[in-house]
């Protein structure tokens, strides 16, 4: 089971820590997708763990020592990155 919040919510320009927890599950890699409305799901970013720069949008992505939890930091959001941001076990 994986777990994200339903809504999460920021102003333009203020960070935003988005993150997904799956305690049973012991990810062979993590996959971040964003989707757009009427737009199929972009990758954002991948990881095995530890911490990887996020170029677009721009931020940062960390994946736990144990691989059963992750987030993806959005650094400065805009509002042109508002969209679904959905995690992806490997």
């Known amino acids: 089971q994986v777990q994200q919040r339903p809504w999460a919510e920021t102003t333009e320009g203020t960070g935003l820590n988005l993150t997904c927890l799956h305690p049973k599950i012991t ?5 971040w997708y964003r989707q757009f409305p009427d ?3 972009q990758l954002v970013a991948t990881a095995v763990r530890g911490t990887k720069p996020v170029l677009e949008p721009e931020g940062s ?5 144990d691989r059963q939890s992750s987030a993806l930091w959005l ?16």
């Open 39 to 41: 737009q199929p799901p």
């Open 75 to 90: 650094g400065r959001p805009r509002r042109g990155d508002a969209a679904v941001y959905y995690c992806a076990l490997g």
């Open 27 to 31: 990810a062979d890699s993590t996959h």
């Open 61 to 65: 992505l960390w994946v736990s020592a």
